[in-house]
């Protein structure tokens, strides 16, 4: 009964890989309905974002004025339903990479936000994608000072700070 029950499951696999194939191209599995025939949007037309830019201060904790950056970030007002009515903010914090590769990977969010009337926030993570202080990566990647700001606590108080400043206009 085992060994039955194994070679099932061994030839499973292969019947499905064999059947597919002789289907074609042109033909579809049955259980994919209308799907089967129609092509994925592109990101371009699932995902519309504005890109802006905001001056962040290079260090949030000293007196002592470090220098600022122009951070850069993504957002989509299409379904927020405004500050009159409470419309929640969504918000994406970016890790090491480009925000906009973030953005359009993280499709969770994009289907929730018509759901909830929510704003999408993606700010970018400093020293990475165009949010780079010091004007060039070489430049802030130079030595240890130059990448003393790169901490979480120095990112976390860019994105308070960018939510602040969108609530209150």
């Not at 099932?8 to 002789?22: D, M, Q």
């Not at 004025?65 to 500050?83: C, E, H, K, M, V």
């Not at 993570?125 to 120095?154: D, F, I, V, W």
């Amino acid at each position: 009964m085992a060994a039955q029950s194994s070679s099932f499951y061994l030839l499973t696999p292969l019947i499905l890989v064999l059947l597919s194939l002789s289907l074609g191209a042109e033909s579809h599995p049955l259980f994919l309905g209308k799907f089967a025939t129609q092509k994925p949007k592109s990101t371009q037309d699932k995902y519309k974002y504005e890109t802006q830019y905001m001056t962040q201060r290079l260090d949030h904790f000293s007196f002592n004025n470090a220098g600022t950056f122009s951070q850069r970030f993504l957002i989509n007002t299409d379904y927020w339903a405004g500050p009159s009515r409470s419309g929640p903010i969504f918000m994406y914090c970016g890790n090491e990479g480009d925000i906009e590769w973030f953005a359009t990977n993280s499709g969770f969010l994009w289907e929730l936000a018509p759901r909830f009337n929510a704003m999408l926030l993606f700010p970018e993570h400093r020293y990475y994608g165009e949010s780079t202080p010091y004007g060039s990566k070489e430049e802030a990647y130079r030595n240890a000072t130059t990448l003393s700001y790169l901490t979480t606590e120095q990112a976390i108080a860019d994105f308070a700070v960018l939510v602040r400043k969108l609530k209150r206009k």
